[in-house]
């Protein structure tokens, strides 16, 4: 019996249909490098209330140079109202040539970003050059902050938040906020918003935290002013069950350190001591990763867990990005998780075998990793494309863990 072209497509798109979680995985390419025109870097996403992705990158133009060398550099964004189905064409989130930044502003980069969970409100830190001559190894940079509405579609111009931000930790000579995901709490709550977290590096210092109860309009530090992670890189931030905060950092692998909250008014506290972790291997390379906590079932042992999520490159050198996991207890005792031992027992999950940098991810309104980092087409570590995946729980831990919808 002959089959027409029409039958063979849609049997192929029924039995895709129904393929079992395990294997559900979708890709797309969403920024493409050009040598000699475009060069796209830095990867950050988002999820709105209404489940639009935010998809955030670089546009370095013809060069690679990070912010700093009097090169422009514009903030660019794409939206999926499908859950990654589909994505609209490219959009300036911040654009450096506008009128006002003229004579003053070079290159916005290195975003990081949050979606509200109770309204339609999005939030952007970057970094701003002014001087066309501050990179961020000799010396000061400014934090700008940008505000969206209409599910990612409107942004507002950049407001000028350097001196809120510098002023947290009087020593500091240069920062920028670490680019991907800013955190919003799920447990605390003071006012109309939940809280953000997000953390920064500065030469000389490491990493502090800061907080932010009014979705970003005012900022405080978590802890002292000394450093939470001398040594640390870029960094990010989540929550343990409890609410107290986690530090991930970048190195050959992560650091890992724990705010302990006081009480639960969620204001004093104290930070542990920062502990590389042993079971994240990043090989013959540092690059920076994201980090997120969410609400599982281990399909094996039958009951809740809370999965977390830490990617990274695994090598050698920046290839083979790589998301590793670990469940805890759901009820856990959180006052047994130390730095050390959030750092053991780690397993992974191999994205790509190819070259690959910097990534970051979120979760979708239909439960799944909407996953965005760099990927290089050739063997050039720097001329990198932005690659959307979606995957889910089960393709991630072979089928152990799941999310019930």
């Given at each position: ?190 006012g109309k918003y939940y809280r953000l977290y ?89 690059c920076n990763g994201e980090i997120m906590g ?49 750092g053991e027992g780690w397993e992974r999950f ?56």
């Open positions: 019996m002959k089959l027409s072209v029409k039958s063979i497509l849609l049997t192929l798109l029924v039995a895709t249909l129904c393929l079992p979680a395990m294997a559900q995985r979708l890709e797309h390419k969403l920024y493409v490098s050009k040598p000699g025109e475009k060069i796209y870097r830095i990867p950050a996403i988002a999820c709105t209330v209404d489940g639009t992705l935010i998809a955030v990158s670089d546009d370095r133009y013809n060069h690679g140079s990070d912010v700093g060398y009097a090169k422009p550099i514009d903030i660019m964004c794409r939206l999926s109202e499908d859950n990654g189905l589909t994505w609209k064409p490219e959009q300036k989130l911040a654009d450096c040539h506008e009128e006002i930044y003229k004579g003053r502003v070079y290159g916005f980069g290195d975003a990081a970003i949050a979606a509200d969970r109770d309204s339609d409100r999005q939030i952007a830190l970057c970094v701003g050059d002014s001087t066309g001559r501050t990179v961020f190894q000799q010396g000061f940079q400014q934090v700008y902050r940008f505000y969206g509405t209409n599910n990612g579609k409107t942004w507002s111009k950049g407001e000028n938040i350097t001196h809120k931000i510098y002023s947290l930790v009087p020593q500091l000579e240069c920062l920028f906020i670490g680019s991907g995901k800013i955190h919003q709490s799920r447990y605390v709550k003071k997000c953390s920064l590096l500065s030469l000389k210092y490491g990493n502090a935290v800061i907080y932010s109860d009014d979705f970003g309009e005012n900022w405080s530090l978590l802890g002292t002013t000394e450093s939470c992670c001398p040594e640390g890189d870029e960094p990010k931030t989540e929550e343990l069950p409890d609410g107290s905060v986690i530090l991930s950092s970048r190195t050959g692998g992560r650091w890992f350190n724990i705010f302990r909250f006081d009480d639960k008014t969620y204001t004093t506290g104290h930070w542990e001591k920062p502990v590389k972790a042993r079971d994240i291997i990043c090989q013959k390379n540092e969410i609400k599982a079932y281990d399909k094996q042992a039958k009951k809740k867990v809370w999965l977390y999520l830490q990617s990274v490159p695994y090598g050698p050198n920046r290839s083979h990005v790589s998301i590793f996991y670990k469940a805890l207890p759901y009820k856990v005792d959180c006052k047994t998780i130390t730095p050390q031992n959030f191999e994205i790509t075998p190819d070259d690959s940098g910097y990534s970051t991810f979120c979760l979708t309104a239909d439960k799944q990793i909407a996953f965005l980092y760099e990927r290089a087409p050739v063997a050039d570590q720097w001329l990198y494309d932005i690659w959307f995946e979606k995957l889910s729980i089960e393709k991630i831990t072979n089928g152990r863990y799941t999310i019930k919808k």
